[in-house]
């Protein structure tokens, strides 16, 4: 199945959709897509965005990859403003005027306790084949504590060509999927104290300021 | 071919995003920043579209995506916890 940025295209099973946020040279090259779940409604999401002629929203903090093969028909095509608005947000929960702007800043931390995912972390995820997957959280810590369900980006060890969408991180030792975010449900991260941590166990900001710039340029935000 | 774009430029400059203010001189160079600029967006994108298609291919990256999209779509994951449908999705206590 192709997709373009902008379009919503049917997941399989059920009255949802993905609106496809990744650029269309992604689109084209990759095997998967990146964008925002699209539901019947979003009384649960704050910053759901309606689409006109459309009885669904568009959950911004709901973002997915999906591999291409499990899209199902073209169902609708987004307006222009109301796709900025859905990169406005996502923007937003990412901390991206904050983290973007000059001197870059980390974005603001909740009051209280850290119980939830952090901004910046790197944390194992789910074990599959004896091994775990490190993800380091990008969206903002109010956003992680509220839902409870942080947008994650894969970094790898695995060295190919640095480059924005997949940029360099730790000192050159590993590098950022920045293309392949996407909300995972906390329980799927090993975050509980006592859970092993990878290391390094954070990003440094420079690093999280390539991060934001790479899925500025996957995403299209 | 030079003289013809330039009297193309010179008619109809707002074909080529310029305005009628100005020099041939200006306009020409404006021309040449154009066309300098367009070819190294497409250049940008070429290395981008390589770049992409090398990590296309890699194993480990195909198998974080799809584990990522179990995540989401498979029953009680993530899509149904946001819509509310299975055990995962009771209300997340207020601290």
Redesign the interface.
């Known amino acids: 199945m192709t997709a373009r940025r902008g379009e919503v295209h049917g997941l399989a099973g059920g009255d949802t959709g993905l609106l496809v946020l990744t650029n269309d040279t992604w689109n084209r090259a990759m095997g998967s897509v990146g964008g925002v779940l699209v539901a019947p409604h979003g009384d649960l999401d704050p910053l759901s965005v309606e689409l006109p002629g459309d009885r669904r929203v568009a959950l911004v903090g709901v973002l997915l990859t999906i591999p291409r093969a499990r899209l199902t028909i073209l169902e609708y095509v987004v307006p222009s403003a109301q796709l900025e608005h859905v990169a406005g947000g996502l923007r937003s929960v990412l901390g991206h005027p904050v983290l973007l702007s000059s001197p870059p800043a980390a974005p603001p931390i909740p009051a209280g306790p850290v119980t939830y995912p952090a901004w910046g972390q790197i944390y194992y995820g789910p074990p599959h084949r004896d091994e775990s997957k490190r993800y380091v959280v990008v969206s903002h810590d109010l956003h992680n504590r509220t839902t409870g369900r942080p947008i994650v980006v894969r970094t790898t060890s695995q060295a190919k060509r640095d480059h924005r969408s997949f940029p360099t991180i730790e000192d050159g030792a590993a590098q950022a999927c920045c293309g392949d975010a996407a909300a995972l449900a906390e329980r799927h991260l090993r975050c509980c104290p006592g859970d092993a941590r990878p290391i390094p166990a954070s990003l440094s900001l420079t690093d999280m300021v390539a991060v934001a710039r790479g899925m500025a340029e996957t995403h299209g935000l | 071919m030079r003289a013809l774009l330039l009297e193309d430029v010179s008619e109809h400059p707002e074909r080529y995003g310029l305005t009628r203010e100005g020099s041939e001189a200006a306009r020409l160079q404006a021309l040449l920043e154009l066309g300098a600029e367009t070819a190294r967006r497409r250049i940008e ?1 070429q ?3 390589a ?6 291919t ?1 194993s ?10 179990s ?3 498979g029953t009680g ?3 149904d ?4 449908r299975g055990p ?1 999705a009771a209300p ?1 206590p207020t ?1």
């Open positions: 994108e290395e981008m579209e770049v992409y298609r090398e990590w296309a890699d480990e990256r195909s198998e974080a995506v799809e584990e990522l999209a995540l989401a779509l994951g993530l899509i916890e946001v819509l509310g995962e997340r601290e």
